[in-house]
């Protein structure tokens, strides 16, 4: 824990100082649809996986390049996860994973003009530092009902941890501006396999779709 609040601190010095150079910076916030893939060499286990609602929220900063090009980074609380509802022959059982993430996206920003409104696409990768995360679970069996609620272990230790806390993946997304306002739609799809468990090639992966309102300081 030490370690992770020293990596905490060492990135928001970083993201303050290139806000400093940025000509442009921002604030953002909105909602998370966020899921994952979970599967081994023989099955996917997460096609009975439903989407998790949260939020993300923090501060953008910009870099043009040129006229149209520009390049973006930011320090984003994100939440992650899923949920669970599976059925079957009087068994039901209940899941809901909410995980905390510190994302950072690197994205190229490419953009124009469409009469007064600005119409936008990014793309690029992010890293995503995992904060915390509690897993709610409720199991019903022939009408007897037990439920429980854990704390995520992050780790790397197969036996005792469940995922791991370093994330990493590719940000796609699109949206339009309007004068200091910003109206975005992307999509992050998590590449790094999270999980702490990898017998038999199992393999956790993030999803999140998010939608989000910011406002801009400043003009690229």
Do not use: C
């Not at 905490?8 to 940025?22: H, M, P, R």
């Not at 704390?151 to 197969?158: A, E, N």
């Amino acid at each position: 824990m030490n370690n992770l609040m020293k990596l905490l601190i060492v990135v928001i010095a970083l993201t303050l100082a290139t806000e400093s150079f940025a000509q442009s910076f921002g604030v953002k916030a909105g909602l998370n649809l966020s899921n994952m893939l979970a599967k081994d060499d023989d099955d996917t286990y997460s096609d009975d996986f439903k989407m998790h609602p949260g939020f993300h929220l923090g501060a953008t900063a910009g870099f043009p390049i040129t006229d149209m090009f520009s390049f973006e980074t930011g320090l984003l609380l994100s939440t992650k996860g899923f949920n669970e509802d599976f059925q079957e022959d009087g068994y039901e059982y209940k899941d809901k994973v909410n995980l905390v993430y510190l994302d950072i996206p690197l994205t190229a920003k490419a953009s124009f003009e469409v009469g007064s409104i600005a119409v936008f696409g990014v793309f690029g990768p992010y890293i995503g530092i995992g904060l915390s995360g509690k897993d709610k679970w409720e199991e019903t069996i022939d009408g007897e009902t037990e439920s429980g609620e854990d704390k995520v272990k992050w780790g790397s230790d197969k036996e005792n941890d469940d995922l791991k806390r370093f994330d990493f993946g590719l940000v796609m997304g699109a949206g339009v501006e309007i004068n200091a306002i910003q109206i975005g739609l992307n999509y992050n799809l998590g590449l790094a396999n999270i999980s702490s468990y990898d017998e038999g090639g199992y393999t956790n992966k993030n999803k999140v779709l998010g939608i989000s309102v910011g406002y801009k300081f400043g003009g690229e």
